[in-house]
C-alpha cells in the first residue's frame, strides 16, 4: 500500500541553524501538507501546496518557514533560522481527493 | 466501559468492552469529518472519515456518529483491542476549501487486557 515517507526520522540542530525537512508524498496525490506535532499536544496545521504553491497557511509559518516541490516525488519544509520552540514533530501528510495521509513524521529537537 | 459526556483526556476499557470516544467541534462551516489514531512516535492513521451530509458511517469495528445539531462526533470501536491502545484525534476542515484540518485535543484510549 503506498504511504508518506519522511526523512530525516530525527533532526537535532543548535538554534539559528537551518534545517531542511523531506517528504515523499504518495504519487498520485496533488494536496500536500506540513502539520505539526509539539510534545503532547494536539497536531496543528502549518501550510497547504497546491498545483505549486501555497494555498493557505497558518500564522505559525512566518517568514522563517518555506516549502518547495523541486521535483515530482519531494516535497520539503525548511525553516531558515530554528529556534527553539520549533522542536517538534514535523508530520507531512497528502491527498488525492478527501483523504489525507500522513507520514511517519521528523522529530526536531533544536538546542 | 464507554465514555459518558463530552471530551475526556483518557479513556480506560477492559478488552473486548465497547468503547465511544467523544469530540466536540469547533466550525459550524465544517462539513468534512476524520478520525484519526495516533500510536507513540507515529504519525497520525486515518480510521474514518464522514462528510456533513451523514449522520453515521460505519467502518470496520468502527462507527462515527455525527450530530451537526450540537457540534458532535464520537467514534465507536466495538470489541476494543490492546491493539486499539493510542491517541485518538478528531479533525475537521473548517471554513477552509484548501483541505487543511483542525485537530481536537486527542483522547488517549487504554485497552486493559
Known amino acids: 500500500e503506498p504511504e508518506v515517507t519522511q526523512t530525516p526520522s530525527h533532526q537535532v540542530t543548535q538554534m539559528g541553524q537551518e534545517v531542511i525537512l523531506r517528504c515523499v508524498p504518495i504519487?498520485?496525490?496533488?494536496?500536500f501538507y506540513w502539520y505539526r506535532q509539539i510534545l503532547g499536544q494536539k497536531v496543528e496545521f502549518l501550510v497547504s501546496f497546491y498545483n505549486n504553491e501555497i494555498s493557505e497557511k497558518s500564522e505559525i509559518f512566518d517568514d522563517q518557514f518555506s516549502v518547495e516541490r523541486p521535483d515530482g516525488s519531494n516535497f520539503t519544509l525548511k525553516i531558515r533560522s530554528t529556534k527553539l520552540e520549533d522542536s517538534a514533530m514535523y508530520f507531512c501528510?497528502?491527498?488525492?481527493?478527501?483523504?489525507?495521509?500522513f507520514g511517519p513524521g521528523t522529530r526536531l529537537l533544536v538546542l | 466501559g464507554e465514555s459518558v459526556g463530552l471530551h475526556l483526556p483518557t479513556l480506560s476499557v477492559q478488552e473486548g468492552d465497547n468503547s465511544i470516544i467523544n469530540c466536540a467541534y469547533s466550525n459550524s462551516a465544517s462539513d468534512y469529518f476524520i478520525w484519526y489514531k495516533q500510536e507513540s512516535g507515529k504519525g497520525p492513521q486515518f480510521i474514518i472519515d464522514i462528510r456533513s451530509n451523514m449522520d453515521k458511517r460505519q467502518g470496520q469495528r468502527v462507527t462515527v456518529l455525527l450530530n451537526k445539531t450540537v457540534k458532535h462526533l464520537s467514534l465507536q470501536i466495538a470489541a476494543t483491542q490492546p491493539g486499539d491502545s493510542a491517541v485518538y484525534f478528531c479533525a475537521e476542515n473548517g471554513s477552509s476549501n484548501t483541505g487543511k484540518l483542525i485537530f481536537g485535543q486527542g483522547t488517549t484510549l487504554q485497552v486493559k487486557p
Open positions: 504519487s498520485n496525490h496533488l494536496y
Open positions: 501528510a497528502s491527498k488525492f481527493q478527501e483523504t489525507q495521509y
